[in-house]
């Protein structure tokens, strides 16, 4: 590639780079990642925010900021020599000698920091060993990526122990009430008047069918959703993979919409999307999850858990292959799946038939994700929506029990929700448990419960409002 047209491209991405008007601030410790030499690797699904945060973190930083987006570079046109390129670029457009300098050099000469902020760069070859160039030179490095695989490049091993994830998504509730001009603390939550109530509610609804996409919100415009879907569909799967069953792979993306919250077998999704095979089917599921399209969530059950937390501590002692071995095993078994944001399913399932409680349950997993869970479904006889796994010590223990329900005040409904909480409570020996409702609020205290080996014990479960809970 010509270095007069790698300066084209930079040079006509900066203006909309140095625009930092309208910034909603993300829920985010990044103070963390501003300090310290490693690359910080930013990847979340297209149109959730990563360019505005990456201007966010340029705002907290003094030194030397350089800005390239590699979306609008053709992988097959850029040779390594261009990585030099691009350094002498940075050093006519930025100001920086373009020395190769590490660390306590820059220290000593007085010279800026450097930043590098590069946006979509994983699919440009040898893009991990140019970063770890820059790391050892001493130049901090953020980049962001749409795709979950970018972290674990097939170029090598260049940034083990040089790196930190982070993940973004799509608008929290409380970063949309932020963009609608409202703050609320844990405090306020207990003296809310009626009025103040209702308002929340409102926009608790509007966000719950519109979806977290920040520029579908900031520009009321539903339709940008479908876009993004269609923009992710062609440039992360299709052309990345260089797949021609568009047609079964959609098929296939808007069943899975269809059935949020649901199991399903690999021969099911043959069948319905008119994929050529089982395996076909399996590949293109794990395309859509790389892409952040859906999650899958696998059910565990107690022998599992009990499993894992032998296989890591076999793992500590040098048998690494048991830890694959419980990953399969997970992998294999019985799995749910949720979409990447709420506002798909009206702008690619058309003809879905609304379920608003599996919209519910979307909603509080991907609010679970965002909080850094490890989240897992239950089954016994009864269901539990979903367990969430805690670090304690050296190992994980499961810590949270928590049940979806919309229409809590049905007294079928009820008697099921509880039942299918109290079940998990009782399997992973936990005192408390939560079950999220539309609006309804109250606690209960379930005396005297039978624990299997533990004689009896008391429980509480507490009955809380989803919309309170996302702004916790």
């Known amino acids: ?104 050099e820059i220290e000593e000469d007085g010279e ?91 926009h608790f609804l509007k966000y719950f069918d519109k979806g977290g996409f920040p520029q579908v919100l900031k520009n009321e415009n539903f339709e940008l959703s479908r876009e993004y879907f269609e923009e992710i569909l062609r440039k992360e799967i299709l052309d990345r993979h260089e797949i021609t069953d568009a047609e079964g792979l959609r098929r296939l993306v808007v069943f899975l919409f269809s059935n949020v919250a649901s199991e399903y077998s690999f021969e099911t999704l043959k069948k319905v999307s008119g994929i050529e095979s089982e395996e076909t089917a399996r590949r293109y599921l794990g395309h859509l999850e790389e892409a952040f399209l859906l999650y899958r969530v696998p059910m565990l059950n107690h022998s599992q858990d009990i499993a894992n937390d032998q296989d890591k501590a076999d793992n500590r002692n040098g048998n690494r292959n048991l830890e694959l071995n419980w990953k399969e095993t997970v992998m294999a078994a019985s799995c749910k799946v949720y979409a990447g944001d709420t506002g798909f399913f009206k702008t690619v399932a058309t003809n879905y038939p609304d379920s608003l409680g599996l919209r519910f349950e979307n909603l509080v997993f991907l609010e679970l994700l965002r909080r850094e869970k490890e989240v897992f479904f239950f089954r016994d006889r009864r269901e539990c929506d979903f367990v969430v796994k805690h670090d304690v010590g050296q190992g994980q223990e499961i810590m949270e029990a928590i049940q979806v329900s919309t229409y809590f005040g049905d007294p079928t409904v009820r008697k099921r929700e509880i039942g299918g909480l109290l079940g998990a409570m009782k399997e992973y020996g936990l005192k408390e448990g939560l079950i999220l409702t539309l609006d309804e609020e109250e606690v209960l205290e379930i005396n005297n419960e039978e624990v299997l080996g533990q004689g009896r014990e008391n429980k509480k479960i507490l009955v809380k409002p989803v919309w309170k809970w996302l702004i916790e």
């Not at 103070?31 to 505005?52: A, F, H, N, P, Q």
């Not at 590069?118 to 060993?129: C, K, V």
């Open 1 to 104: 590639m010509k270095k007069s047209e790698l300066r084209r491209i930079i040079l006509s991405r900066q203006p909309s780079f140095q625009k930092h008007q309208d910034l909603i601030p993300r829920d985010l410790k990044i103070d963390c990642y501003l300090k310290g030499s490693e690359v910080v690797m930013i990847c979340g699904i297209r149109g959730c925010g990563k360019t505005s945060f990456l201007k966010q973190i340029a705002d907290r930083l003094d030194g030397i900021k350089v800005y390239i987006n590699f979306e609008a570079i053709r992988p097959e046109d850029f040779e390594p020599r261009n990585f030099q390129d691009l350094r002498d670029i940075a050093a006519e457009l930025y100001g920086s000698s373009g020395k190769e300098l590490d660390k306590k």
């Open 112 to 202: 800026k920091q450097v930043y590098y902020f590069l946006e979509e760069i994983q699919h440009i070859p040898f893009w991990e060993s140019w970063l770890n160039r820059l790391y050892e030179q001493g130049i901090k490095v953020f980049v962001t990526g749409s795709n979950s695989k970018f972290r674990n490049s097939e170029n090598g091993p260049f940034l083990t122990g040089r790196n930190r994830l982070l993940r973004l998504f799509p608008f929290s509730f409380k970063e949309y009430l932020r963009l609608k001009g409202i703050e609320m603390s844990d405090p306020d939550l207990g003296f809310l008047p009626t009025s103040r109530k209702d308002e929340i509610l409102s």
